[in-house]
Nanobody, 127 residues
Framework: QVQLVESGGGLVQAGGSLRLSCTVS????????MGWFRQAPGKEREFVAA????????IYSDSVKGRFTISRNNAKNTMYLQMNSLKPEDTAVYYC????????????????????WGQGTQITVSS
């Protein structure tokens, strides 16, 4: 079992930056794919980025590539999402999620592949 808790949401102006954190507890030594998703009102949950907890490889959606950076600190059992050059269309509830255990370096982009979810944190980008 894995438990996930997000923090770091808030209100920011367009062009600004925020960093989200996802604290992981439970079976943290296993090989998991860790992801960030977001969901805006009236829209489906959307993949943002993923990182393999052990291998460290990453993948991003085209909409955030070059602006967002996913990372993790295994010693602190924490995953991060650094968000720069934020746009109003980035406004959503952001969720961290875990899938696994998985094979080495395996990353998933579909929400249905993830079995563990945090409670979500709101990001609002004003224009």
């Amino acid at each position: 079992q894995v438990q996930l808790v997000e923090s770091g949401g808030g209100l920011v102006q367009a062009g600004g930056s925020l960093r989200l954190s996802c604290t992981v507890s439970g079976r943290t030594g296993d090989s998991y794919c860790m992801g960030w998703f977001r969901q805006a009102p009236g829209k489906e949950r959307e993949f943002v980025a993923a990182i393999h907890w052990v291998a460290g490889n990453t993948i991003y959606s085209d909409s955030v590539k070059g602006r967002f950076t996913i990372s993790r600190n295994n010693a602190k059992n924490t995953m991060y999402l650094q968000m720069n050059s934020l746009k109003p269309e980035d406004t959503a509830v952001y969720y961290c999620a875990a899938d696994g255990p998985t094979g080495w370096g395996v990353l998933e982009t579909e929400p249905k592949e993830y079995g563990y979810w945090g409670q979500g944190t709101q990001i609002t980008v004003s224009s």
